[in-house]
DNA sequence: ACCTGAACACCGTTCAAGT
DNA sequence: ACCTGAACACCGTTCAAGT
């Protein structure tokens, strides 16, 4: 799950301890409850005083980077396990199934992916990596004929994010509802009802930018 | 524009200019800034002292209810002109564009519509007033076989509710970027594309009771 | 009746003092 | 090196004192 760019000096193993309390103690609170616990109950959870939170993370956007981070490169890892099991019939559409489904559990990711956490470096080096991934799981169900032409991973995610967001308040009352909106999506993207879209496509980098200056 | 159910005690001149003032000022803070501007500047910008503003509106979430309601009540009256303008192909996706619009350009709009807001008394009835009429933009829809029949207008307030989230972060960059996803929804609402989704649709009260619960 | 700014509780963030 | 809680600026909200 964690891919740490560089190890880095290692810490000292009491401050080792704090780190990894935090980030658990967060990613909890954060999944369960958004992005607006105070980082104040996340120390208390985590057992550490705040001082120390912000020790660890110099802002509390670091702290939320630092999780999204980590949710990224899971999703992009799982991505590509399903590119290499030939068994899967349509893989991209799986895909995007597991992308909303955890959307719509961790309400901390679903508010920090277009949060500008986006801006952190490592989670734009992750992102980038989903991006990637995702690029492939397109360009193979194109080849399959499952998905029209005119469609990039750029849509992919943008449609996931529409999706979650959409169901989101539908949610508290029917949870599974996100699969009556991926359904309509998957109607779009079959090639047989594709019409014209207006405007060029949106390219990686702007998407990127995009998500960069969001705020 | 504004539509007040009972004119109940007409307020004291300066009070009554005090009140459009801070409305006025919200409004145009809050389309700009979204939510998140202070009570105390949008007194300031208003002119008032900040203990002004919470005796018109005794919390902040009352005073963004109070914008959210006047532009509920704007769209669905516009809805209700378009069903009457005959010359119209297909007023179901001019009015949707419309929706959608009018999220991307009002920050605070976007934020209010899925908030807990929609848990104020008159939002509700005002809301409620918007579904109806987009009911009767689908069933003409529906009748002139633009539209597949398993969707419902709840469906509608919730794809452009996800168009508008969706392409919200790319529209810093690419202003125009909605219509492309606009585009899809209306590739995946053609009868021609239809196939089976999967649950039971969400119902008005479902709706409902899940915006007001949200939170 | 209505207006006002000072006061309160809570948040993110900083830092002097401890080990 | 790292930990800690008290301190600061800012937010939403309340209220005693004014007109």
Redesign the interface.
């Known amino acids: 799950m964690a891919a740490d760019m560089e190890a880095a000096r290692p810490l000292r193993a009491d401050a080792e301890r704090n780190r990894r309390r935090l980030i658990d103690a967060a990613a909890e609170a954060f999944a369960e409850r958004g992005l607006d616990v105070s980082v104040a109950e996340i120390a208390k959870r985590a057992g550490v005083g705040q001082g120390t939170a912000f020790r660890h993370f110099p802002t509390k956007e670091r702290l939320v980077a630092e999780i999204v981070r980590d949710r990224l490169t899971g999703l992009a890892a799982f991505g590509r396990e399903l590119l290499e099991d030939s068994r899967r019939e349509d893989p991209l559409l799986d895909f995007m199934r597991s992308l909303i489904e955890l959307q719509v559990q961790d309400r901390g990711l679903a508010e920090g992916v ?1 949060s500008s956490v ?1 801006a952190d470096p490592a989670v734009r080096e992750a992102h980038l990596e989903l991006l990637r991934t995702i690029e492939l799981l397109v360009a193979r169900g194109q080849e399959a004929g499952n998905v029209r032409t005119d469609i990039s991973a750029v ?1 992919v995610i ?2 996931t ?3 979650a ?10 949870p ?2 996100w ?3 991926l ?8 090639p ?8 060029r ?2 390219t990686r980098a ?2 990127e ?3 960069a ?2 705020h």
């Open positions: 277009g986006l849509d943008v449609l994010k529409g999706v967001a959409a169901s989101d308040p539908l949610c508290v009352v029917k599974r509802i699969r009556r909106y359904d309509l999506v998957r109607d779009a993207l079959r047989e009802s594709a019409r014209p879209l207006s405007g496509p949106p702007e998407l930018r995009g998500l200056e969001h």
